[in-house]
């Protein structure tokens, strides 16, 4: 059984109880293993949790400790070899029209503007063509893309192409917001930023939501609760309440009870990651003999 620490004494007053019902979110006992027979490769072993409507979980873990193939296995990308994904009470077979997933290379349209890009997936549904650029040009005021709406991809940066991409997944308004490393290719600095209208649109939708990060500093800034994972095969190693206020925003980076909480994720990720060096040294030392 896994204890949930609370990191960071509370300062917010006591949350007003859970509806009842089962929650937007629910990974059970999933294992993955890849191939056959004594060449097997375990992924993942039995990894457990839930999340509750309008919480903001992060897990995250070392190279090779499986965050990819979870996000993969959640979202419907790949089947488990045991174990079930949940929406509410409906098992995953597949890609879920409740489940919106923002991957970790931007995905947008180059031939398409930015508005067409967000709207795109009410144009699948056949929504017209006035209401869909209305209730497009909703989340791109939203991720800070006003005035950007008949710009082509090739016009903007990186980050604001990823802004593309999450405003189109809310469009579809999923009900769980499933990310994978969505900032991983762009500088500390943006990072933050765009950290901070991530958590503005969050808190603004109420979304539930899931990420998949490496990054230690962008799992607190954003997190509820945050999953540190073993390497591999990898386990849910300890759960982490992150008690610092919120309205949160990229300022809280710099404060006593964020570092004391960072210190503490990095004292189990070093572990796990430890692990793996070691086992790779070992692996290329075998090699080199």
């Not at 191939?35 to 979980?57: I, N, Q, R």
């Not at 490393?181 to 969050?202: C, H, N, S, W, Y």
């Not at 990420?211 to 073993?230: G, N, Y």
Request: proline share 7%; glycine share 8%; hydrophobic share 40%.
């Amino acid at each position: 059984m896994i204890a949930e620490k609370e990191v960071v004494a509370s300062t917010q007053p006591e949350a007003a109880p859970a509806p009842a019902g089962p929650p937007p979110l629910t990974v059970e006992n999933v294992t993955k293993r890849f191939g056959e027979g004594p060449g097997a490769l375990t992924a993942l072993d039995s990894v457990s949790f839930t999340v509750a409507p309008g919480e903001f979980v992060s897990v995250i873990g070392p190279s090779g400790c499986g965050k990819s193939t979870l996000f993969h296995v959640i979202g419907g990308l790949t089947d488990a070899t045991l174990g079930s994904v949940r929406v509410e009470n409906e098992t995953i077979n597949g890609p879920h029209p409740a489940v919106g997933i923002v991957f970790q290379e931007e995905s947008t349209f180059p031939w398409r503007s930015v508005i067409d890009n967000v709207a795109f997936p009410l144009e699948l549904r056949g929504v017209g063509r006035e209401q869909r650029h209305a209730a497009a040009s909703r989340y791109i005021d939203m991720v800070g893309l006003h005035g950007f709406e008949k710009r082509r991809p090739s016009e903007l940066s990186g980050g604001m192409r990823q802004r593309v991409s999450i405003a189109r997944t809310l469009a579809a308004k999923p009900r769980i917001l499933l990310m994978d490393e969505p900032f991983a290719a762009l500088d500390e600095q943006t990072r933050l930023l765009l950290g901070d209208k991530v958590l503005q649109i969050q808190q603004q939708l109420k979304q539930t939501t899931l990420l998949i990060t490496h990054s230690i500093t962008e799992a607190v800034q954003l997190s509820d609760r945050i999953l540190i994972m073993t390497y591999r095969p990898g386990r849910v190693k300890r759960i982490v309440k992150v008690d610092l206020p919120r309205p949160r925003t990229s300022d809280v980076v710099g404060s006593r009870e964020f570092g004391a909480c960072v210190a503490d994720i990095w004292s189990d990720l070093r572990e796990e990651a430890s692990r793996g060096l070691a086992e790779s040294e070992q692996e290329s030392g075998s090699g080199a003999a």
